[in-house]
T-cell receptor
Framework: EAGVAQSPRYKIIEKRQSVAFWCNPI?????LYWYQQILGQGPKLLIQ????????DSQLPKDRFSAERLKGVDSTLKIQPAKLEDSAVYLC??????????????FGNGTRLTVT | AQKITQTQPGMFVQEKEAVTLDCTYD???????LFWYKQPSSGEMIFLIY??????QNATEGRYSLNFQKARKSANLVISASQLGDSAMYFC???????????????FGQGTELSVKP
């Protein structure tokens, strides 16, 4: 089966600009996650979708970050305006059994964002 | 609070030797899963092995095994016969919740960078 697809692979922007990332999960996976991974740290959850509804966005900086998942499949994550501290890898993941604790998350290759 | 702790920022191992990467966790949930992921320099997160909280046997997947000590809340990863391609970041992660809990996010530790020497 095809894995989680993300684009773009790399993005360089200036601070205060906007940027958007796209994710296509594994076919049939109802749960989709966006993680932020700052260099040298473990990934941190930004937002979790179940189908097209938000389950957890408690760590999403809502003044500048937004995310949507139209029709319960593809998802986009947007940052507007970007700050220097947003430089990170943004990982999209999907899971086939909702929040089941015994189901692994499958990750895409990530988008490496550099804010200058 | 739920937390994963990896106390080894970096580890070195000689090729063909075995290595243990430490992981301790904290949760008050009875149902949880423990995972190890490998992240090479290219950035992708590769799922390696899973251990459920109710599993009595330690999980094994090829050269990977998970040393699960529930009373100590530890879930150490053992890699046998290390290869040069094993050089990467390794993350321990935990997922809590019931089969029908929509809130089952994955919580990661800080990671351990493993370097395999020829």
């Amino acid at each position: 089966e095809a894995g989680v697809a993300q684009s773009p692979r790399y993005k360089i922007i200036e601070k205060r600009q906007s940027v958007a990332f796209w994710c296509n999960p594994i076919s049939g996976h109802a749960t989709l996650y966006w993680y932020q991974q700052i260099l040298g740290q473990g990934p941190k959850l930004l937002i979790q979708f179940q189908n097209n509804g938000v389950v957890d966005d408690s760590q999403l900086p809502k003044d500048r970050f937004s995310a949507e998942r139209l029709k319960g499949v593809d998802s986009t994550l947007k940052i507007q305006p970007a700050k220097l501290e947003d430089s990170a890898v943004y990982l999209c993941a999907s899971s086939g059994r909702g929040g089941a604790y015994n189901s692994p998350l499958h990750f895409g290759n990530g988008t490496r964002l550099t804010v200058t | 609070a739920q937390k994963i702790t990896q106390t080894q920022p970096g580890m070195f191992v000689q090729e063909k030797e075995a290595v243990t990467l430490d992981c301790t966790y904290d949760t008050s949930d009875q149902s949880y899963g423990l995972f190890w992921y490998k992240q090479p320099s290219s950035g992708e997160m590769i799922f390696l092995i899973y251990q459920g909280s109710y599993d009595e046997q330690n999980a094994t997947e090829g050269r990977y095994s998970l040393n699960f000590q529930k009373a100590r809340k530890s879930a150490n990863l053992v890699i046998s016969a290390s290869q040069l391609g094993d050089s990467a970041m390794y993350f321990c992660a935990m997922r809590v919740g019931s089969l029908y809990n929509q809130g089952g996010k994955l919580i990661f530790g800080q990671g351990t960078e493993l370097s395999v020497k020829p």
